[in-house]
């Protein structure tokens, strides 16, 4: 599924998010604000691919945490290396997740996941994920 942001020439900004995103925009908020609180070096950087736009927090090293702006609500995406995914599993996050993680192809970068994120109930795990990423 494709970013509901398609045109290459037009970054979007927070209006445009909170028209699109609708009461998944205050998750959207909450999940960047919790990572630059964790990781006050980390930097918002949008970047538009052939499927739409996506925003990245990184730091200078690696990519932190993918927001991908669907319609009335977003995916998050993460690469995990073999250490923090050996972490997932031995942890209390949802078993979906670690289903998708355990069932992706490795790369040399680690193992891709998206989740989508539709209300609060997995907010609690996107932290956790965050915090294993920046532990490893």
Do not use: H
């Not at 927090?57 to 995406?77: G, N, T």
């Not at 250490?83 to 599993?89: E, L, P, V």
């Not at 040399?108 to 209300?119: L, T, W």
Request: hydrophobic share 40%.
């Amino acid at each position: 599924m494709k970013s509901i942001f398609t045109d290459k020439d037009k970054q979007p900004n927070d209006n445009d998010l909170k028209e699109s995103l609708g009461e998944t925009y205050q998750l959207w908020q909450l999940i960047k604000d919790y990572v630059i609180s964790k990781y006050p070096k980390g930097f918002e950087e949008w970047s538009c691919s052939k499927y739409g736009w996506s925003l990245r927090i990184k730091d200078e090293k690696r990519a932190i945490i993918y927001l991908l702006p669907r319609d009335r609500f977003f995916k998050v995406a993460f690469v995990f290396g073999q250490k923090a995914t050996d972490m997932i599993m031995k942890s209390q996050i949802a078993n979906s997740i670690k289903t998708e993680l355990d069932s992706a192809k490795v790369y040399a970068e680690g193992r891709g996941i998206r989740v989508d994120i539709m209300d609060r109930t997995i907010i609690s795990d996107i932290q956790k994920l965050v915090d294993i990423k920046m532990a490893n």
